[in-house]
T-cell receptor
Framework: GAVVSQHPSRVICKSGTSVKIECRSL??????MFWYRQFPKQSLMLMAT?????????EQGVEKDKFLINHASLTLSTLTVTSAHPEDSSFYIC????????????FGAGTRLSVL | GNSVTQMEGPVTLSEEAFLTINCTYT??????LFWYVQYPGEGLQLLLK?????DKGSNKGFEATYRKETTSFHLEKGSVQVSDSAVYFC????????????FGKGTKLSVKP
């Protein structure tokens, strides 16, 4: 099946620093990539959707200047959490889709971000 | 709005026990319904799905039936194995194949030998 690799799996950083998370589709070209955030004991919440070569579409309430998304190629999307603060600590998950009639999303294993 | 409610875990069962994880939904229009499974250290994987009322999705011994009258999509398996230990997410999607997925909070299942 389709494989999505997400890196790093865990990151700890100091408040005020920026953190970049990578999401790669290893064996298919992803026309669309999705970024989710999950707080403890909560649902996965969609943050943004990105199509290759175009600007990401952010969900309501998600700060686009805070969470920078780049989808420069059909196999790579990055999420950069800028000037991270403790309240940004969360579990970030990406997924990728190559479209088609069913538009199935394939998920990465997630990144645990802890901001001290 | 659209939302998914699933039973809170964790759920702990002995091997070969019967499993039910309840899932109910609220949706405008006619959603497709999904169950995803996340094994430790891995990404979510689609387990099964149903796209219209009375459809039954099945995979790996798991089943779920799309019940429009009760707005439910409960996950069942007749005999669980230790290898079924994972977190299970119920989800819906409205707006066809281009719509966004809306997830429940997940239910952690632990199966003891």
């Amino acid at each position: 099946g389709a494989v999505v690799s997400q890196h790093p799996s865990r990151v700890i950083c100091k408040s005020g620093t920026s953190v970049k998370i990578e999401c790669r589709s290893l064996d298919f070209q992803a026309t669309t990539m999705f970024w989710y955030r999950q707080f403890p004991k909560q649902s996965l919440m969609l943050m943004a959707t990105s199509n290759e070569g175009s600007k990401a579409t952010y969900e309501q309430g998600v700060e686009k200047d805070k969470f920078l998304i780049n989808h420069a190629s059909l196999t790579l999307s990055t999420l950069t959490v800028t000037s991270a603060h403790p309240e940004d600590s969360s579990f970030y998950i990406c997924s990728a889709s190559f479209g088609g009639s069913q538009n199935i999303q394939y998920f990465g294993a997630g990144t645990r971000l802890s901001v001290l | 709005g659209n939302s998914v409610t699933q039973m809170e875990g964790p759920v702990t069962l002995s091997e070969e026990a019967f499993l039910t994880i309840n899932c109910t939904y609220t949706a405008t229009g006619y959603p497709s319904l999904f169950w995803y499974v996340q094994y430790p250290g891995e990404g979510l994987q689609l387990l099964l799905k149903a796209t219209k009322a009375d459809d039954k999705g099945s995979n790996k011994g798991f089943e779920a039936t799309y019940r429009k009258e009760t707005t439910s999509f409960h996950l069942e398996k007749g005999s669980v194995q230790v290898s079924d230990s994972a977190v299970y997410f119920c989800a819906l999607r409205v707006g066809g194949s281009q719509g966004n997925l809306i997830f429940g909070k997940g239910t952690k299942l632990s199966v003891k030998p």
